[in-house]
């Protein structure tokens, strides 16, 4: 059987002139390995909004697909409807509407509390305008009372309009397989892509992993702590660990995978031609 998979990466604004053209420098490169598209981070509460669009309609200028991100947290319906407006005024055809974080300092999240209020307001707004990709959690979402509190959330996106999921990045392959027979068990058909995060540095992982409740298993956070300040052996060990996990990922039946890139192409690359994509 012949899976038509979806490969994808994803950026975040650049703050400066000089990160505008890093970032043109790395898409560049990842372009000629022909993605599906292209997502674009939404800072908390909007904060990136202005650089999203640019960044996204500069994607869109070189011909290629982009899927800006959208988090409703700290948004009100009326400037989310602003935003779709914009995106469907400049031919932009696929999102990824999330919650977000709420800005520090910020008490009230707006009138959306969920990411399934997001995507049945955007279906409401313009019907079937848009692909909707949505957050999925393997290893559950860190504010999840249960597993079937989480389960139970998914399944509410999906329900209110979702085309298809990426997951939060993971490294044991069981807890994404596991998600999504649990899924398929509730009914669930659209294609679950996991989240991939090459290893290049380990402080920066290691906080990521802690605020996003992504896992990081022990005998990996130790080979890294050994490594001390060697990056190159941090980065080899790293290649070697992304690699094998993403190939079990597409050899049990993966839809693809959608690449956590940091803005930079050098990993992502390297996994891909060991995968031999």
Same mark, same amino acid.
């Given at each position: 059987m012949n899976i038509q998979r979806t490969f994808s990466f994803e950026f975040f604004p650049p703050k400066t002139s000089e990160g505008v053209e890093k970032l043109r420098a790395t898409r560049k490169q990842l372009a000629q390995f022909k993605p599906e598209f292209f997502s674009c981070t939404f800072g908390a509460g909007g904060s990136t909004r202005d650089r999203t669009l640019e960044t996204v309609l500069e994607i869109q200028g070189e011909g290629l697909a982009a899927a800006p991100h959208l988090s409703c947290v700290g948004s009100t319906k009326e400037n989310i409807r602003e935003i779709l407006n914009t995106y469907k005024s400049h031919g932009i055809r696929h999102i990824v509407a999330l919650r977000g974080d709420l800005p520090s300092g910020m008490a009230e999240t707006g009138e959306f509390r969920y990411a399934n209020e997001l995507v049945e307001f955007i279906r409401q707004e313009t019907g079937d305008w848009f692909r909707i990709e949505v957050a999925a959690y393997p290893e559950f979402h860190p504010q999840a009372k249960s597993a079937q509190d989480d389960l139970n959330a998914f399944v509410r996106k999906v329900q209110a309009g979702a085309s298809a999921a990426i997951? $939060?990045?993971f490294y044991n392959a069981?807890?994404?397989?596991?998600?999504?027979?649990?899924? $398929?068990?509730?009914?669930?058909? *659209?294609? *679950?892509?996991?989240?991939?995060?090459? &290893?290049?540095?380990?402080?920066?992982? %290691?906080?990521?992993?802690?605020?996003?409740? %992504?896992? &990081?298993?022990?005998? *990996?956070?130790?080979?890294?702590?050994?490594?001390?300040?060697? =990056?190159?052996?941090?980065?080899?060990?790293?290649?070697?660990?992304?690699?094998?996990?993403?190939?079990?990922?597409?050899?049990?039946?993966?839809?693809? =995978?959608?690449?956590?890139? =940091?803005?930079?192409?050098?990993?992502?690359?390297?996994?891909?031609?060991?995968?031999?994509?």
């Open positions: 997951t $939060q990045y069981d807890a994404y397989f596991r998600f999504v027979d649990d899924c $398929q068990a509730l009914g669930v058909q *659209i294609p *679950i892509v996991p989240g991939i995060m090459p &290893i290049t540095n380990s402080t920066q992982l %290691a906080r990521f992993s802690d605020a996003c409740g %992504a896992e &990081i298993p022990r005998w *990996i956070r130790k080979r890294l702590e050994g490594y001390g300040d060697d =990056l190159d052996a941090i980065r080899a060990f790293g290649l070697d660990v992304v690699t094998d996990l993403c190939d079990r990922l597409l050899q049990g039946g993966a839809p693809g =995978l959608h690449f956590y890139t =940091l803005n930079q192409a050098g990993s992502t690359s390297t996994i891909w031609q060991r995968l031999g994509l």
